[in-house]
Nanobody
Framework: QVHLVESGGGLVQPGGSLRLSCAAS????????MSWFRQAPGKEREGVSA????????YYADSVKGRFTISRDNTKNAVYLQMNNLKPEDTAVYYC????????????????????WGQGTQVTVSS
């Protein structure tokens, strides 16, 4: 298990930017693939982006491609989500999650693959 804490959420106008951070405890962080999920009110939690343990592979949901960028710093036990050109439909609680296995294009969005989750950070996009 790894303890995850998200930060960086807030209220932003459409077209604005936010950078989410996820701080992880433990010495095994660098061995985990990491992902960001989000959950809007009344909707299922959905995968937003994933990054492999070495940062060599990344995946994005179609709805955020070209606007969001995932990255990680294994020396700081942290993963980030840079969100640009935010839209009202990006409003949700954003969660980071850790996966002991590899992230693969066919199953990185499967929630049961992730063994640790943060508490979430609220992102609200509104004018």
């Amino acid at each position: 298990q790894v303890h995850l804490v998200e930060s960086g959420g807030g209220l932003v106008q459409p077209g604005g930017s936010l950078r989410l951070s996820c701080a992880a405890s433990g010495s095994t962080f660098s061995s985990y693939a990491m992902s960001w999920f989000r959950q809007a009110p009344g909707k299922e939690r959905e995968g937003v982006s994933a990054i492999s343990s070495s940062a060599g592979t990344t995946y994005y949901a179609d709805s955020v491609k070209g606007r969001f960028t995932i990255s990680r710093d294994n020396t700081k036990n942290a993963v980030y989500l840079q969100m640009n050109n935010l839209k009202p439909e990006d409003t949700a609680v954003y969660y980071c999650a850790a996966n002991k296995g590899p992230v693969r294009i066919w199953d990185w969005k499967v929630r049961s693959n992730y063994h640790s989750w943060g508490q979430g950070t609220q992102v609200t996009v509104s004018s």
